[in-house]
């Protein structure tokens, strides 16, 4: 069994939210910090497990894990471990802001998670806390350097690009991974339903950098058919790389091979689609996988050719905490 869309595009990857939830203010995200919109709690572990062994039926490979702020569940570890544990996964990753990185690191690591993507929006630490609301910029550097250490064997450290607010820190980053093996990924922002005004002011299409990039000897890598939307830049004189995501270049979506679901169970066949669907129903008793399977399969072949956001068009994505970006 395999997923695939009506525009030959198949799904390999997916992006599961274990919550909504977060601690911090990030100010293209949750500016006011999370709140809480309603009582249906997160999936259970159970529900997960459910969940994901119907998904590696339909062919799904790599699993991430992301929120809101996943490492805030308590359960976190187990969840990993259920994932690790499904024969025909082979990657499971972690996206997380990093608060909790030095204390849970050895446990991920041991529950066989491989890789990790640490949102640090600024080395600056006055100007981390303006961008995150938080000032534990050296705790967060310090659990980086605890997961390099450890020996994960993919670290990515994710950027948003913000005018006039991080962009000039760019060469601070480039220095920084002179001599560490870090991907650097640098992320456009995106409009969402909350963030139109900010999105205007701080809004930086990343041609300018590409073009930065390749003037002092940065070349792009070679794309392998598994890697995400990332382009990968390197330099003889840096062991570090630095990614480029451009959701708003030309041909971004054709090569879309992720799904979400949300941390209330619903299926997200587009960050910025209208559509929503929630397999809740179907994750409670392991007898009702055949109706599982076949509703996924069916909403996966409906998926939209694009996201068409140049047409300032953001679905019914008002953050990224539920979805998990
Ligand atoms: N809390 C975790 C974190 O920050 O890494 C995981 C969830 S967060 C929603 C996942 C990614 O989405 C982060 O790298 C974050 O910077 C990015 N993100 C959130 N809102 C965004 C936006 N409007 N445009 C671009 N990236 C965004
Ligand atoms: Fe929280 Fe991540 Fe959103 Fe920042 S980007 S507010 S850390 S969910």
């Known amino acids: 069994m395999l997923l695939a869309d009506s525009y030959q595009r198949r799904f390999h990857y997916l992006r599961l939210s ?24 997160d999936l259970s572990l159970a529900e997960i497990e459910i969940l994901i062994q119907a998904f590696v039926k339909l062919g799904i490979r790599k699993v991430r894990l992301t929120g809101g702020e996943p490492t805030l569940r308590r359960d976190i570890i187990e969840i990993a471990q259920v994932l690790v544990a499904q024969r025909g996964i082979e990657e499971v990753a972690l996206s997380t802001n990093g608060y909790r990185l030095s204390s849970i690191a050895g446990p991920l690591l041991r529950a066989g998670v491989s890789a990790i993507n640490l949102s640090l929006d600024s080395l600056d630490p006055e100007n981390f806390k303006a961008i995150t609301g938080t000032g534990r910029l050296n705790q967060i550097l310090a659990g980086l350097e605890q997961a390099l250490s450890l020996g994960f064997q993919k670290v990515k450290v994710n950027l948003v690009l913000l005018r006039g607010q991080n962009s000039h820190e760019l060469a601070f980053f480039q220095d920084w991974i002179r001599h560490r093996p870090i991907s650097v990924r640098l992320i456009e922002l995106m409009q969402t339903g909350e963030n139109t005004l900010f999105f205007k002011q701080r809004h930086l299409s990343l041609d300018s950098i590409r073009q930065e990039l390749i003037q002092t000897g ?6 392998k058919l598994t890697d995400g939307p990332a382009q990968v830049y390197s330099h003889p004189d840096y062991r570090g790389t630095i990614g480029l995501i451009a959701p708003y270049s030309p041909g971004f979506c054709e090569g879309c091979n992720r799904l979400r679901v949300t941390s209330k169970g619903a299926l997200k066949l587009c960050l910025f689609g209208e559509k929503q669907e929630s397999l809740r129903d179907c994750l409670g008793d392991i007898s009702l996988q055949e109706t599982l399977l076949q509703r996924v399969q069916t909403l996966v072949a409906g998926k939209p050719i694009s996201h068409f956001l140049h047409d300032g068009r953001v679905g019914n994505t008002l953050n990224f905490s539920g979805i998990g970006g």
């Open 218 to 223: 940065w070349c792009l890598n070679p794309k």
């Open 18 to 41: 274990v919550t909504e939830r977060c601690n911090f203010k990030c100010t293209y995200c949750l500016p006011n910090g999370y709140q809480k919109k309603d009582c249906e709690p």
